[in-house]
Structures are given as structure tokens and as C-alpha cells.
């Protein structure tokens, strides 16, 4: 067989016009299908921030010093008291005092009040084991800052400890003993109200000998804590976020992207029914949507099978052939005819469909058909159509419909009837048949 490849720019250009599921119909739905996973990913973000902020944020600062002392024994410490830092030994002073101030940094600050109050937290890490011991009563304060001071025995946390041990068994080599300091504030600053709250703490290890700092904590996190805040403004503006460099409300880009979504996703359901009725009545269409990577459009030019022909009952079975012997699907439009072509072990293998139906085209006569056409057109008062018909008994055939209800024509008569009668090409040279042939198109 001998043919020839159509030009790939024709090609391409003709698939781009052609409305079919793999010409606009596919661009269409690769478009659709894009903007809509656009506007999901828009919603996404839209939504994952808030509609409105603040106006205004204030930012403050709340800072806590601890410090501590005990009477000290001379000959033990440097000096007769027990200083912040040092170890304390029950066996030579139980009373630990503790104090504690407290400062609130930042501009404008005004009305400022709260409360606070020192408590110790005597627990095992492992068991989970706790217990809360006030070290002051709650008090009120005014201002910016303050300062407060409490007292734990150290011979009471041992002695607890000590009945914890004989009445439940448990053993431990040390203990915890954290100091809080509770404090809650609430405030003006620069005309905005601000309610936060500080617990700063000091932690000590202890064992039936002594009470001494936690080694683990930082050196300057031992006594000093601080912890920022800020104040949010009553006054509440529209958020917005940056697209591209461009700027957009979150409140509008959750209305476009919600309005985009549902109504690229219903363009999409739209074209997917369209295509999927354009397949179901076009079986040409759905061949080139599920096989066009492996078809070759290709000219007629001169069909001459060099190898037999064998029809195959469906294109998935054509299509199986050309995997196996890889190689391409060759096909060609007759008039109405499609027909797809694999070579391989010395056969042809061809699957013929015709336009516009999807069912596989039975190969009837065209050269019949055309007689037809003749035939039916001779009954009218048309002197053209009498030509027509009389141009039948050129080629030496009766009528009605020439008795070909039975005839079979070759496969060269077909090519040369059905190619005339649909493009006005002339398969031959015979002035008298060509004529016939124009004739009966028109």
C-alpha cells in the first residue's frame, strides 16, 4: 500500500478548528479544567485568613525579678545570711524568704491594675506527684510596677516529702520545688484595653541534705523573666493579601474564588456531557480521543494493497496490533469512509467506520449507490437528470437500479465511483464519465 502523509501544519491547524473532543472541545476542557483548579487553590487561601484585622497593634513588655535570702550560720557562709544563688540547708535554717517585683514596659501605658500572688509547687517528676503551698495572700495593685515578697518553711516541704515517702512507698533521690508568681493585669495603653496575664518562676532541687538552684536553667533566666504582648485595637479594618504583586480584600477574593470555582467546575460538567454525546454519535471522534497517539493521517494517493486485507471487527483490536507489531495506525478519509490500516506479517489490517455513525461502515457498492441516484433523478422532467440517466447506458447497464442488488463491484470500482462522486475528482479519463459523475452530486 502507498500513501501520502498529510502536512503536519494543515493537520494541526485543521485539528485546532475542528470542533470535535479532540480539537476546541479538548482545548477547552484543558482551559476550564486549569481555571478551576486556580480558583480551588484562591479558596484555599482566601479562606485560611481572616476577613478583618486590627488597625492597630500595640506592642508592651511585662518583666519579674525573683530574689531570695535565709539567716545564714558564720563559719558556713561568707556572711550571716544566705544571698540569692546560694544553697540552703535546713539543718541550719528552715524560713526561706522569697520577693518578687514587677514592671510593665511600653508607651502610652495608662489605668493600669491587676493582681498577684507567690505560691511554691512541691513535686516528682516521675510519679507526677503535686503539691500547691501558698506563700501569700492574693493583693491588688496599682501601677506599673510592684513588688512583693512571701515566706516558705523548708522544714515543712522536708517533712511533707518525708510523709509522702512512708505512706506511699515512693522513692526518689530529688525533689522539685518551683516559686510562682501569679500576676494578672489589665490596663489602657494608647486607648487600647489590654487584659494578660505573667507567671514567672523559680525553680530549686532539693534532697535531704539541701535546697539549691536548678542547674538547667540558664544563668540569666534563673531571677529574670520578661514576656511580650500586644494589644489589639478595637477598631477592626479589612484584611488583604497579595496576588502577583497585586492587592485584593480576603472578602472579595473568597467571593471570586467561590463564584470562579462553581462556575468553571459547571463549564467543565457541561463540555464533559457534550463530549461525551459528541463521542457516542461521532465513533470517528472517539477513536482519535482514545487512540491519536498512535494514528497517522495520511492521503489516499494510490491504494493498492501489496499484502491481503483483513477487516478486524473493532478498533481496540486494530489498536492491540499495532502495539504488538509497533508501529502507527494509518488512517485515511474517502468520502465518507474512514479506514484504519496496521501492516504487519505480510497482511494489511484494516478497521473502516463511516462518517458521522457508530456503527462499522458496511462496504455496500458505491458504484450501486450511484446508479441509484440516477435512477430515482431520471424520473423527473429535469432534461439534466435524463442525461444523467442516459449516461448509464453508456457503460452498458439495465435499470431498474441496473439489477445490481447482487453485483459486488471491485474495490477499484469503488475507489473510482465513490472519489467522483463526493470531491469531482476523476479517477479516469472518459469525458462521458466524468460528466455523469458531476451530474449526479449536483
Not at 484543558?30 to 479558596?43: D, E, K, R
Not at 454525546?277 to 497517522?296: F, H, M, N, P
Request: hydrophobic share 35%; glycine share 6%.
Amino acid at each position: 500500500m502507498t500513501g501520502k502523509i498529510l502536512n503536519p501544519k494543515t493537520n494541526r491547524k485543521k485539528e485546532f478548528f475542528n470542533p470535535s473532543p479532540t480539537g476546541i472541545l479538548g482545548i477547552a476542557l484543558y482551559i476550564f479544567g486549569l481555571l478551576f483548579f486556580v480558583f480551588l487553590a484562591l479558596s484555599f487561601f482566601s479562606f485560611s485568613r481572616p476577613v478583618s484585622i486590627s488597625s492597630n497593634k500595640i506592642l508592651y513588655q511585662q518583666e519579674g525579678l525573683f530574689s531570695y535570702s535565709a539567716t545564714g550560720t558564720p563559719g558556713i557562709y561568707d556572711t550571716d545570711t544566705v544571698r540569692s544563688g546560694e544553697p540552703i540547708f535546713p539543718k541550719l535554717t528552715c524560713l526561706l524568704n522569697v520577693g518578687f517585683s514587677y514592671n510593665l514596659l511600653g508607651n502610652q501605658v495608662q489605668s493600669i491594675s491587676g493582681s498577684h500572688q507567690l505560691y511554691a509547687r512541691i513535686l516528682d517528676e516521675q510519679s507526677g506527684w503535686l503539691r500547691t503551698i501558698p506563700m501569700s495572700q492574693a493583693m491588688n495593685f496599682g501601677g506599673t510596677s510592684f513588688s512583693n515578697a512571701g515566706t516558705i518553711d523548708l522544714c515543712q516541704v522536708e517533712a511533707l516529702v518525708t510523709t509522702l515517702e512512708r505512706e506511699t512507698g515512693l522513692r526518689s533521690s530529688t525533689y522539685k520545688m518551683e516559686i510562682v508568681s501569679a500576676v494578672t493585669v489589665m490596663g489602657n495603653i494608647a486607648g487600647e484595653t489590654i487584659a494578660d496575664s505573667f507567671a514567672p518562676t523559680l525553680t530549686f532541687r532539693f534532697d535531704e541534705a539541701h535546697f539549691y538552684l536548678d542547674s538547667t536553667q540558664k544563668d540569666e533566666d534563673m531571677f529574670h523573666a520578661t514576656e511580650p504582648g500586644m494589644s489589639s485595637s478595637a477598631t477592626l479594618q479589612a484584611n488583604v493579601i497579595s496576588i502577583l504583586g497585586f492587592e485584593i480584600k480576603v472578602q472579595t477574593a473568597r467571593v471570586v474564588a467561590l463564584s470562579g470555582s462553581f462556575i468553571s467546575l459547571c463549564c467543565l460538567l457541561v463540555l464533559f456531557l457534550y463530549a461525551y454525546t459528541a463521542v457516542q454519535q461521532d465513533q470517528e471522534a472517539l477513536i482519535r480521543l482514545k487512540y491519536g497517539s498512535l494514528l497517522v493521517d495520511v492521503y489516499e494517493g494510490s491504494y493498492e494493497p501489496t499484502s491481503p486485507v483483513i477487516d478486524v471487527t473493532s478498533i481496540d483490536s486494530l489498536a492491540k496490533l499495532a502495539e504488538r507489531h509497533n508501529t502507527m495506525i494509518l488512517h485515511i478519509t474517502r468520502n465518507f469512509l474512514h479506514d484504519y490500516l496496521v501492516q504487519g506479517n505480510n497482511a494489511t489490517y484494516r478497521y473502516s467506520i463511516s462518517s458521522g455513525t457508530n456503527s462499522v461502515m458496511a462496504r455496500t457498492p458505491v458504484r450501486q449507490e450511484a446508479y441509484k441516484v440516477a435512477w430515482n433523478a431520471s424520473q423527473s422532467q429535469s432534461t439534466d437528470a435524463r442525461q444523467s440517466y442516459q449516461n448509464l447506458e453508456y457503460w452498458g447497464v439495465d435499470h431498474p437500479y441496473c439489477n445490481l442488488e447482487d453485483t459486488q463491484p471491485t474495490r477499484t470500482e469503488q475507489r473510482r465511483y465513490g472519489s467522483s462522486i463526493y470531491t469531482n475528482e476523476v479517477a479516469h479519463n472518459e469525458p462521458d464519465q466524468t460528466m455523469f459523475l458531476r451530474k449526479i452530486k449536483f
